[in-house]
């Protein structure tokens, strides 16, 4: 039914994986810590594609997905769980929250469904923030620290938010494949015909819900071990929950290798503005969003790079492509 | 506290929420767009009005409409030049696109305000009436926050531009096609929505404190009225801002003021599903 599909994207996927996982060895501690941001950016916005790239659902409900993985995990590891199963804990609960919470929300559409999936986001944060006796509210928790010297530390987070990266990459690439893609994309063109031909569309939709939410539940509880301490502010943070979609698209949403590409240069962004200009970083990083819209509205994969390298306007290039 | 006094309470906040949300209801339900930039919209306005009194001593009833029309024109030029040109596109496009715009107004506040909470203290004292106490600087904040709705109800009732406005909500085509300017009256929507938000913060900068990190509060109160009252029009953002504020001002004093906010999402969340439309909305105007 499908056409086989180019193997260059897992193979770009499986060098650039190998290229951070060396950061370590390479590289000095402040390249590492970028190298994690940049893993973790990458698996959040990998699991945001399979909901809103190829079923077209404007979520923006990441953060919830993320700050619950950071609660669940911290909590686990308190109570004595050791580290990589307060990992997996963690992605099993935001996993089974996310089923219940999608039947709930994906009855909406269009913006309904936007401002229902950044109320989830409230919700969590309030939930978290009042419910004191357990999540140390306001005043934040402390996470019991990975054993190590910090270097160390380091390069385990890197290869474990890696780790998930490439169970988030396959996730996508399974489901490009798979008779789940097909119908996301259907419902992505639209619901009702998919409807109509005989795509249990909830069902479909609440599957890649809750694949868009285990990897940030995971991502959250391993960045919760990382820095050793939390709070809802943080965890639940309304800037995450735009910038991971906003990465997507930057790359190209709905692709497979839209999302790396977009989380790499978004996170290489902010650096180089933290940097430089910390007091306007907030402005300018809300100028590239802007300007994203405008100039770039398919990511930047779907540019014609052949036409600029050409150093022509793609106009011109199409007009002789069709004349 | 009697139960008078908590239903007075909450009337009174009632009335500056629906202040708050109308002009994010009427973006929403004219131009289809999710306008992130409201919080902020209305965190400029109290701050406008705070530093006009701070340092000119003028009455801030006077300087309000000063900053409305400050705000109109802000409004005007952000849709005039950015929001128009995308602004058939999905949600998650023009989301993101005032999402960006507020991460840049957001810096230029906090940049040249701080985010120091700032309030303008008038001592009226306070007045009793059937056992209700209420500070008079509140009263006068409602009396603004019911006129204001008042006028804009009359002005999309009555006038000229505000017929084109209901005209374009219910069909756009249709609409061009009987001479009216889109683009120009999606601006004077934008521009009319970021003026009610002024004047909101204006007339809240009167009542409590007022700094940069409460946008993010207001826009989600818009969230919550709007879904509440529904996207009819005036009528929607009034009913969903007094639900809420008898709502919270009960659930404030029953089960504590930090777990009355999440009621208040909670319960929009309930409605989405079970009523989308809102209390008071109409079908459609998703």
Request: overall charge positive.
């Amino acid at each position: 039914m499908m056409a086989k599909k180019s193997p260059w994207p897992l193979i770009a996927m499986a060098l650039w994986v190998a290229a951070l996982a060396l950061a370590p060895v390479t590289l000095g501690n402040y390249e590492v810590r970028i190298a994690i941001s940049i893993a973790m950016f990458t698996a959040l916005a990998l699991s945001w594609n399979i909901i809103g790239g190829f079923t077209g659902y404007p979520s923006f409900a990441t953060a919830a997905f993320y700050g619950i993985g950071c609660y669940v995990g911290a909590l686990a590891q308190r109570a004595g769980v050791p580290a990589a199963l307060a990992w997996l804990a963690a992605a099993a609960f935001v996993g089974g929250v996310s089923f219940v919470l999608g039947a709930i929300v994906l009855r909406l559409k269009g913006h309904y469904f936007a401002i229902g999936s950044i109320a989830l986001v409230d919700i969590s944060r309030l939930v978290v923030s009042s419910w004191g006796e357990v999540t140390g509210g306001g005043n934040g928790l402390n996470v019991p620290l990975l054993e190590g010297r910090p270097p160390e530390v380091s390069a385990l987070v890197l290869h474990v938010m890696l780790g998930i990266v490439v169970l988030a990459f396959l996730a996508n690439v399974l489901t490009d494949r798979s008779r789940l893609g097909f119908g996301l994309r259907c419902i992505e063109q639209n619901e009702d015909a998919a409807d109509m031909v005989g795509i249990d569309t909830t069902r479909y939709k609440i599957a890649a819900f809750v694949l868009s939410a285990i990897f940030p539940g995971a991502v959250g509880a391993v960045y919760a071990s990382w820095v050793g301490y939390i709070d809802p502010t943080d965890s639940f943070d309304i800037l995450t929950t735009v910038k991971v979609p906003v990465m997507a698209m930057l790359g190209g949403a709905g692709t497979l290798l839209g999302p790396v590409v977009g989380a790499v240069s978004f996170v290489l962004l902010e650096e180089l503005f933290w940097a430089n200009f910390l007091e306007w970083n907030r402005a300018i990083m809300g100028a590239i969003v802007v300007a994203l819209i405008f100039f770039l509205p398919g990511g930047i994969l779907k540019l014609d790079w052949r036409a600029i390298l050409r150093r022509q306007p793609r106009r011109k290039a199409a007009e002789r492509k069709a004349g | 506290m009697g139960f008078e006094q908590i239903l007075a309470n909450g009337i009174v906040l009632g009335t500056l929420y629906a202040c708050i949300a109308i002009g994010f209801s009427l973006v929403w339900g004219v131009l289809n767009v999710i306008n992130m930039l409201h919080g902020s919209f209305i965190v400029l306005g109290g701050y406008l009005t705070y530093f006009a009194w701070a340092y000119t001593g003028v009455s801030p009833v006077l300087v309000l409409p000063v900053v409305a029309a400050l705000l109109f024109g802000l409004g005007y030029g952000l849709q005039y030049l950015f929001i128009n040109k995308v602004v058939s596109a999905p949600v998650l496009t023009t989301l993101t696109l005032t999402f960006g715009l507020d991460m840049i107004l957001y810096n230029l506040m906090t940049v040249y305000f701080t985010a120091t909470p700032r309030r303008v203290s008038m001592e009226f004292g306070r007045v009793e009436f059937l056992g209700v106490v209420m500070p008079v600087d509140r009263l006068i904040g409602m009396g603004l926050a019911l006129a204001l709705t008042a006028l804009l109800f009359v002005v999309l009732r009555t006038s000229r531009i505000g017929r084109a406005i209901v005209a374009v909500r219910m069909d756009r085509e249709a609409a061009a096609l009987m001479g009216i300017k889109v683009n120009h009256i999606y601006a004077v929507t934008f521009g009319i929505a970021a003026l009610m938000a002024g004047a909101a913060g204006s007339v809240f900068a009167m009542v409590f404190p007022v700094t940069t990190n409460l946008s993010g509060v207001f826009l989600g109160k818009a969230f919550v009225i709007c879904v509440i009252g529904g996207l009819g029009g005036v009528s929607g953002a009034l009913v969903g801002g007094l639900a809420l504020g008898i709502i919270e001002s009960f659930a404030g004093v029953l089960i504590g003021p930090q777990n009355a906010i999440t009621i208040g999402f909670v319960l929009m969340l309930v409605l989405l599903i079970v009523r989308p439309q809102g209390l008071v909305g109409v079908k459609g105007y998703e």
